[in-house]
């Protein structure tokens, strides 16, 4: 007999006289249904026991949360809720679960409570649905890219470079921490270190991808990046996963048109396969509205949400008309922002990017030409000689998702910026080559994963949207 899925026995629409599944119990009632999931799919197949074949010993092992094995005749159901259920005629108890310390019982738990039972929480619907599109939405992905002739390309995770130049690294270093090595200066002497200077781990793969992008034309990273910024907030980790794009001969506008392509498309992919989960999602998200007060409920569901993405452009503004849109907005002159907006070369907070969003554009908005000194030194200066060509793309109840622009490719203009912010040339030698040898325009954009997954699922913390999260004070599992 074939093992199969419960997800494969819900579609069949058959009698089957012999089927074999293994699962966990999710509910044991009246000592006759189980309610049995192995993860396939949102939705349990009842088992019906008939609790006289039954040894009573076996019954109670079956409580919730144990792994069992059974073999019976897959038929259409009686009950209610259900097209097919199966008539047990085996049950084997593969794992006990002990019912007094079983942390997720059947019935509705905090996600703080949940965070902290990590390992456990993808035994509920909620967990599963958003793992399961996590999964999806990094397929769609790698099928974007696959199908527009992308090379995935693995960049480094320790590396020798501060590819965003904002400083919040996690050290690398087999140096015994108690007593390291010292220079003359009485510093620590990382010539001595595993890899003969100081490493950290990567806060972002571009500047690798770049690399790559000047010979293969077009690739793509998808890996883990790590920050060690202070922010202890609803949308960042200290370890995420980020999707980088490069394209050698491809402008900023390239790169707009490319982004938003690229995540139309794999909104797109969810909503035509995933259906089952994002319905289970939408279902509780509309629930949670329904408790909150009129003024705070979404003015969209989650699947019209991202129908909405989906169909509709995405505004184009530049980083001066943002401004003047701000400085002349209403919670900016009530002074209802944290942050009041002043004047042109303001950096934008989360308020005043989700105002935009949400507020007045209420769309997906694409931010373009940012003043020079509040982005990273890799953006092409523009003509103006104060902003350059960077874009962020800002979502509907996320803020910022994409950060990206078009690379400096000019060598003495690149050498002036590093200059003036004191990247030593030694440390990204490799990268000015870029610009020595058959230099090109040439642009890419990153995307947090977790970002998107957020999006795609409704869930409203980024911790609830990966396995395991890291974040300040927070390394468990
Ligand atoms: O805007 P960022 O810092 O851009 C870069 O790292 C560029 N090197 C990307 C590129 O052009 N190739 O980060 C890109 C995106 C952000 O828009 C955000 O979605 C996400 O990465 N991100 C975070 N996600 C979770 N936690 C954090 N601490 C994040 N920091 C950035």
Excluded at 236 to 255: R, Y
Excluded at 370 to 383: D, G, S, V
């Amino acid at each position: 007999m074939q093992l199969r899925t419960v997800s494969q026995l819900l579609s069949e629409d058959v009698k089957l006289p012999e089927v074999d599944i293994k699962g966990w119990v999710r509910t044991f009632r009246a000592n006759r249904f189980i309610a049995l999931n192995d993860g396939s799919t949102l939705n349990n197949i009842q088992c019906v026991v008939d609790f006289e074949k039954f040894d009573e010993a076996v019954l109670k092992r079956v409580t919730t949360g144990a792994a069992i094995h059974i073999k019976g005749e897959l038929v259409e159901s009686q009950g209610k809720g259900q097209n097919v259920e199966i008539q047990v005629n085996s049950l084997v108890v593969l794992g006990d679960s002990d019912p007094e310390t079983y942390p997720i019982q059947p019935k509705k738990h905090s996600f703080e409570f949940l965070r902290e039972n990590a390992h456990l929480r993808t035994r509920t619907n909620t967990f599963s649905a958003v793992m399961r599109l996590r999964s999806a939405l990094s397929f769609a992905i790698h099928k974007y890219f696959n199908d527009n002739g992308f090379y995935y390309m693995h960049a480094p995770i320790i590396t020798g470079s501060d590819a965003e130049g904002a400083g919040e690294m996690f050290k690398v270093s087999s140096l015994d921490a108690k007593n390291p090595p010292l220079n003359e200066e009485g510093n620590i002497d990382y010539s001595q270190d595993f890899f003969g200077k100081e490493t950290n781990l990567t806060v972002s793969g571009q500047l690798e991808a770049e690399t790559y992008a000047m010979s293969l034309g077009k690739v793509y990273t998808f890996g883990p990046t790590f920050r060690a910024e202070n922010s202890n907030t609803s949308r960042h980790l200290a370890e995420f996963w980020m999707i980088e794009p490069e394209v050698a001969f491809m402008d900023l506008n390239g790169n707009m048109d490319l982004a938003e392509d690229f995540m139309k498309s794999v909104i797109g992919y969810v909503l035509e396969n995933n259906r089952e989960d994002l319905e289970f999602l939408n279902t509780r998200l509309q629930n949670e509205d329904k408790t909150k007060p009129q003024a705070e409920r979404s003015e969209m569901n989650l699947i019209d949400k991202l129908n909405f993405v989906t169909q509709n452009n995405f505004k184009r503004v530049s980083y001066t008309e943002a401004i003047d849109i701000l400085r002349n907005c209403k919670p900016n002159k009530k002074k209802k922002f944290k942050y009041i907006i002043n004047e042109w070369g303001a950096d934008l907070q989360s308020e005043h990017e989700r105002f935009l969003v949400e507020k007045h554009f209420k769309c997906p908005v694409i931010l373009f030409d940012y003043p020079a000194n509040i982005k990273a030194f890799y953006m092409r200066l523009n003509e103006d000689g104060k902003t350059v060509r960077a874009m962020d793309i800002l979502f509907p109840g996320i803020g910022e998702i994409v950060g990206g622009a078009q690379r400096e490719e000019r060598l003495d203009i690149l050498k002036e910026k590093m200059a003036a912010l004191d990247i030593p040339e030694e440390e990204l030698w490799w990268y000015l080559d870029l610009r020595k040898y058959g230099t090109a325009v040439h642009s890419g954009f990153g995307l947090g994963f977790e970002r998107l997954v957020m999006f795609a699922t409704g869930m409203s913390n980024i911790r609830d949207v990966i396995p395991f999260p890291r974040t300040p004070q927070n390394a468990e599992f």
